[in-house]
């Protein structure tokens, strides 16, 4: 049973050329990376200034300023975090595969690469999973905990809080096709050649 999965898998993934397999996964890297960057920017240069009525005394309202920004809530700000680690990670490991080749020790690249691409996809997972809740909130409120929507004031705000997170999950999805074909990658060993000749 086992031998036949693994048939399976070297089927779909094996048949492509090394150079092709290795373009592939460069390219996704590559796309991976400005979707994480592009999250982690514009959700760490979205703010919203307002001017609203606070109250009214009498007849005269009483206005204030108020600003909206991601430092404010815990989770956008691990959104931007956790987007801006995956993007360095993506990075990194760009230039390991344009540069690096000669750079393994003892064979562990390979797993070293699997490792830390699978923690990249459980750190963007969570960031986005966070700032997907908080977005909800903030769209529609809670009235069972009597926390006002914000969204209807501040909809700029809004707006490009939900584009980064359309970024960031691509880039989710992006760096967990990345980690599977690592792990692909690492399972896979190279068949022996048969144009070796041994002396």
């Known amino acids: 049973m086992a031998l036949q999965s693994e048939e399976k898998l070297e089927v779909g993934y094996s048949s492509l050329q090394p150079k092709t397999r290795k373009l592939v996964l460069l390219m996704l890297r590559v796309l991976a990376f400005f979707a994480t960057a592009a999250a982690t920017v514009v959700m760490g240069l979205n703010k919203e200034t307002k001017t609203l009525v606070v109250a009214t005394v009498g007849s005269t309202p009483i206005k204030a300023s108020l600003t909206a920004k ?46 830390l691409d699978m923690m990249t996809v459980a750190l963007v997972s969570g960031g986005v999973s966070a700032a997907a809740f908080m977005a909800e909130l903030g769209k529609n409120g809670n009235s069972h905990a009597r926390w006002n929507k914000i969204c209807d004031k501040f909809e700029t705000f809004c707006d490009h809080g939900g584009g980064a997170l359309i970024a960031s999950f691509a880039g989710l ?9 690592s792990i692909i990658k690492l399972l896979i060993k190279p068949k022996p050649d048969s144009t070796i000749v041994v002396p």
Do not use: C, E, W
């Open 70 to 115: 991601f430092q404010h809530t815990p989770a956008f700000v691990f959104f931007v975090i956790a987007n801006g680690l995956a993007s360095v990670h993506n990075l990194v490991m760009i230039m390991g595969d344009l540069f690096g080749q000669k750079l393994d020790y003892k064979g562990l690249r390979l797993a070293v690469i699997a490792i």
């Open 173 to 181: 999805i992006l760096t967990l096709i990345i980690s599977v074909m």
